[in-house]
């Protein structure tokens, strides 16, 4: 599956407003198959919006949007055979038990009742549900609502799955959890669409991230590719006296120097290469490092200097 | 989409209706009890009275139960109606229902299922009405053919209101909305013939229930358990059954299509 150059999911001028509300603004994007894709945005970004036509559950307004290559207006029902989604919100019944759930699944995908049940057990037990299994959803946690929900999305082995804020509301070991089982997907040649507002999230499980604002992809690219495109990477280096770090600031132009602290921040990408050329320089000078540290850009700088200011629960009004 | 998972997909539907009134038996509890309460009121309070303005035969209590019954029998589907559009509506807001939605499923098996678990939920009350009714005295004077046909015309009733209600619960915003929309529904058969001979009602009022669905369907139940004419009053009533329920599922299909995304 890897490297097979069939797009699984591909958007050209999506479009949607609500009313006056524009919410996407002409997205492009593409999601190769066996991959996971991050599309990642503040609240009121578009995230919802765009998981929502892409899965067939809003029309758009304008756009050509593919996945598992049929088109979502034309050919919904061909499309929905291909996918599975886990929304945003809980899309579990709260009145039946977690089995009655995956039941209630195995049944729509037409599963006979043999292959259903094997099915069934071997989701509750890869999502740490067998115990929980006879009881109301009403009375599971929110961490086991959100395997449930997965498990649900499993049940008819879907191709494409999309994950809208998957770990929304998860604490650290659960999350860590989801991202395992994320992973699982993954091996097994799953694509997956993913939003998240978590930057490390991103970066932990995506081949390609863009980051969406405002209606619009203000940037796309692999997770190194985007923490490039902010400055802000710099070596911190320490030095035992004065006269030392006045040798090292002669030594390296362009770096910036704190008497108080005896340091000098040099720009660079914080890559070995650059690290080893540094420090060549400092050798050839003779110039004795007390301490060292790299600081890269991560993401939230990436976050923050493309979405600007964070309190924009709207989108832009036209 | 093929028409085997037409139906595979309405009766996967349906056990899931099922599974909901099994597991909250209140909602069917309810439905049965407010029709028992209206019954008793009308023949032991003012039953005797009533029966007596009855005209051709004088009557009393007894006399009054035997024209009763059938009214009350459709305030019972009536009321039915009104706890599934509840029901609906509180569906709706349940977030599996956008998972159906990008499921291929066909469209109109999440509606069926709401419309036949309806029906079987209304079809259990009026059993128990029905026993109600018989003990404290109501005795049908027909055939048991009659009867069997009397139980079957409600049955098509139940269909008529539960596709005309699982549209009113998916049309409303708000659970409360979805309780009121339906409460017309319980007062005709007190706008008709269902409590009361319509001659005896002003003009305007009279015109209302003589042409109104619910006096053919009353009339034709009373025939039918009492042996009075039915006359052009049955197939007016399958007529309005069928018409109800051709509108209320195209409706509820076309709402169910544009149901807002959460
Ligand atoms: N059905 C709707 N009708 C009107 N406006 C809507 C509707 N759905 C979403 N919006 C608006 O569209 C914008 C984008 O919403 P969306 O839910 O896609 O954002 P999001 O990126 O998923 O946000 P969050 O991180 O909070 O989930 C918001 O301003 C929202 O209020
Ligand atoms: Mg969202």
């Given at each position: 599956m890897i490297g097979s150059n069939r797009p699984a999911i591909s958007v050209r001028g999506l479009r949607k407003s609500f009313g006056p509300l524009v919410v996407l603004d002409g997205i492009d994007l593409d999601v190769a198959e066996g991959t996971v894709f991050a599309l990642l945005g503040p609240n009121g970004a578009g995230k919802t919006t765009t998981v929502q036509v892409l899965s067939t559950l809003l029309s758009a307004d304008a756009g050509q949007i593919r996945v598992g290559g049929r088109d979502?207006?034309?050919e919904a029902d061909a499309v929905r055979h291909a996918i599975g989604v886990t929304g945003q919100f809980s899309a579990v019944?709260?009145?039946?038990?977690g089995m009655e759930n995956l039941r209630l699944m195995a049944d729509l995908w037409h599963l006979g009742r043999a292959d259903g049940r094997r099915r069934i057990d071997q989701l509750l037990e890869r999502f740490d549900l067998v115990d929980a299994?006879?009881?109301?959803?009403?009375?599971?946690s929110g961490g086991m609502r959100r395997r449930l929900d997965l498990a649900m999305t499993l049940v008819g082995e879907p191709r494409i799955i999309f994950l809208d804020?998957?770990?929304?509301?998860?604490?650290p070991r659960s999350r860590r959890v989801m991202w395992q089982l994320i992973r699982d997907l993954v091996a097994r040649g799953v694509t997956i669409f993913l939003t998240t507002q978590y930057l490390e999230e991103a970066d932990e499980l995506a081949r390609r991230i863009a980051v969406l604002d405002h209606g619009r992809i203000v940037a796309e690219g692999t997770p190194e590719e985007l923490k490039r495109l902010v400055p802000g990477g710099h070596i911190r280096l320490e030095f035992g006296d004065h006269d030392t770090l006045d040798r090292a600031d002669r030594t390296l132009p362009g770096s910036v120097r704190d008497d108080e602290t005896l340091s000098l921040q040099v720009p660079s990408d914080g890559g070995v290469r650059a690290l080893r050329s540094l420090l060549a320089d400092l050798d050839r000078a003779s110039i004795d490092v007390h301490g060292l540290s790299v600081r890269t850009p991560d993401l939230d700088d990436v976050f923050l200097s493309l979405t600007?200011?964070?309190?924009?629960?709207k989108a832009v009004p036209r | 989409m093929t028409r085997s998972h037409v139906l595979g997909d309405s009766a996967t539907m349906l056990r899931r209706s099922l599974l909901h009134m099994r597991r909250y038996p209140s909602l069917t509890l309810f439905v049965a009890g407010i029709p028992i309460v209206v019954l008793l009121l009308f023949v032991y309070v003012f039953g005797g009275t009533l029966g007596a303005g009855l005209g051709e035969v004088a009557g009393g209590r007894a006399e009054y139960l035997s024209y009763v019954v059938p009214g009350i029998l459709l305030v019972t589907v009536a009321g039915a109606a009104q706890g599934t559009a509840i029901t609906v509506a509180m569906d709706m807001t349940e977030g599996i229902i956008a998972r159906f939605r990008t499921m291929a499923i066909s469209r109109a098996a999440v509606l069926t299922g709401h419309v036949i678990g309806a029906v079987i939920q209304t079809m259990l009350a009026v059993v128990v009405v029905s026993i109600v009714a018989l003990a404290i005295g109501f005795r049908p004077t027909t055939s048991p053919v009659a009867w069997l046909a009397a139980f079957a015309l409600l049955g098509l009733t139940a269909v008529a209101l539960s596709c005309l209600s699982v549209a009113l619960g998916m049309m409303t915003k708000s659970v409360e909305t979805a309780s009121n929309l339906p409460m017309p529904l319980m007062l005709l058969p007190f706008l008709g013939?269902?409590?009361?001979?319509?001659?005896?009602?002003?003009d305007a009022l009279r015109l209302f229930a003589n042409n109104q669905p619910f006096t053919p369907i009353i009339e034709t139940l009373r025939g039918l358990l009492d042996g009075s004419p039915i006359a052009g009053s049955g197939v007016l009533a399958i007529a309005w059954c069928l018409g109800i329920s051709l509108v209320g599922f195209l409706l509820a299909l076309r709402l169910y299509e544009r149901l807002p995304e959460r």
């Open positions: 979502v207006a034309r019944d709260g009145l039946l038990t299994a006879k009881k109301p959803v009403s009375t599971y804020e998957p770990t929304a509301g998860l604490d600007g200011s964070h309190d924009t629960d | 013939s269902g409590f009361v001979p319509t001659r005896t009602m002003p």
